[in-house]
């Protein structure tokens, strides 16, 4: 079905078959207050929706017979665009948020870069600290390895988030990769 972009990249249905468009025979039956009316032929169910200066909306073309239901067309996209914005509220797409050290960072920057990460995951984004090494640092990276699963310890103590990815060597760089306490 085609449909139709709103602000917000809110999408609604467009083409909904409302009242004379629909083009089934007999409909199953819903009236304004959600109860089951029972399958009539379409004329008696359009009819009893004006009689009542509502709308005959099909919101189930593909059922047999197709599900039409009594209720005020305006109200209905309303209510449809307002669902799908909460369904794009619960969809929060999580950012990765990169800390960079090297293996020989000091206490005073640790601490501030362990606080970055820490704000980072509360605010529901994923970390990737990355280690990079130079020239000779290269032959030890157990500092990088220490340095990573303190990091990893104290977020985890904190409760802040979770180690998704232990410390790695890829290349010239050692990562880590961590994630937020999902909330429940």
Known sequence: MPSIQLR???VIQKDLRVNER???????????NGAQVGVQPFRDALSYAKER??????VSANANPPVCRIMDYGKFR????????????????????????RPGTDEHDFQFKLRNAIKFLKAGHKVKVTVIFRSR???HPEFARDSLNRMAEIVKEEGAGTVERSAMMEGRT???????????
């Open 8 to 10: 917000g990249d809110v």
């Open 22 to 32: 629909i083009r089934a025979r007999e409909v199953r039956l819903i009236d304004e």
């Open 53 to 58: 200066g509502l709308d005959l909306i099909e």
């Open 78 to 101: 309303y209510e449809q665009g307002k669902r799908e914005r909460e369904t794009q509220k619960k969809q929060r797409m999580s950012e990765v948020k990169g800390i960079r050290m």
């Open 137 to 139: 640092e290269f032959t």
């Open 174 to 184: 050692m990562t880590l990769i961590l994630a937020p306490i999902a909330e429940s």
